[in-house]
């Protein structure tokens, strides 16, 4: 069964720094690897997604990357904003395309 | 905007009554997903569907059922509600035919079962 953790859980940095959150998964025979952003009584808005093929996903600040042997992704945070605090999760999804397991989140706090 | 709505966003109900929860997309993705969110769980799949009538069980279905007669929509039904059934439930939706896409959710219905 897969496991998804994610550490750690919360995350305080000043305003402008980098940072780095941590996604690891116990089977490595995944399909693709995704990474959401989700604000206190909101849904899950999609940032990245990462097939099994790829190493790496930019999109704006955000860079994630994926080492599938290792079992582990990063979603890299260059130079943090406020607007940026909000709970990380990310979600392996299996062979089986019908299922994701999701990690508990990192919930970032970006102080002015 | 992925075209997800859900119905409704919050609903209060007493114990052993049914309830439905209903997904509706506008872009006639064919794999839906019903997911609930407990703090200390994280979001676990309760049921999903692949097709029109083409329905499987997620990692949480005890207690649920679902149906998609329409492919723009899909119901998640507690037939007796319990109060371990108090969640978020969160309908999600992935473009492409095999499933493997990226996922898209609605903005979440809260569920108290008193």
């Known amino acids: 069964k897969q496991e998804v953790t994610q550490i750690p859980a919360a995350l305080s940095v000043p305003e402008g720094e980098n940072l780095v959150l941590n996604c690891s998964f116990t089977d490595s025979a995944i399909y693709n690897l995704q990474w959401f952003r989700q604000d206190p009584g909101k849904g899950l808005t999609s940032l990245l997604l990462?097939?099994?093929?790829?190493r790496e996903q930019t999109s704006g600040r955000l860079n994630a990357s994926l080492d599938k042997s290792s079992g582990r992704s990063t979603l890299y945070i260059a130079a943090s904003q406020p607007g940026d605090s909000a709970t990380y999760l990310c979600a392996v999804r299996g062979r089986d395309a019908g299922k994701s397991t999701f990690g508990d989140g990192t919930t970032l706090t970006v102080k002015p | 905007d992925a075209g997800i709505t859900q119905s409704p966003r919050h609903k209060v109900t007493e114990t052993g009554t049914p309830v439905t929860l209903r997904c509706h997309q506008t872009?006639?993705?064919?794999?839906m997903y019903w997911y609930r969110q407990d703090p200390g769980h994280g979001l676990r799949l309760i049921h999903y569907?692949?097709?029109?009538?083409?329905?499987d069980k997620g990692e949480v279905s005890d207690g649920y059922s679902v149906s998609r007669s329409k492919t723009e929509d899909f119901l998640l039904t507690l037939e007796s509600a319990t109060s371990s059934q108090t969640s978020v439930y969160f309908c999600?939706?992935?473009?492409?035919?095999?499933?493997?896409?990226?996922?898209?959710f609605g903005e979440g219905s809260r569920l108290t079962v008193l």
């Open positions: 990462i097939q099994s093929s790829q």
């Open positions: 872009e006639n993705h064919r794999y």
């Open positions: 569907s692949y097709g029109v009538k083409d329905t």
């Open positions: 999600a939706i992935s473009p492409g035919q095999g499933g493997g896409g990226e996922l898209f």
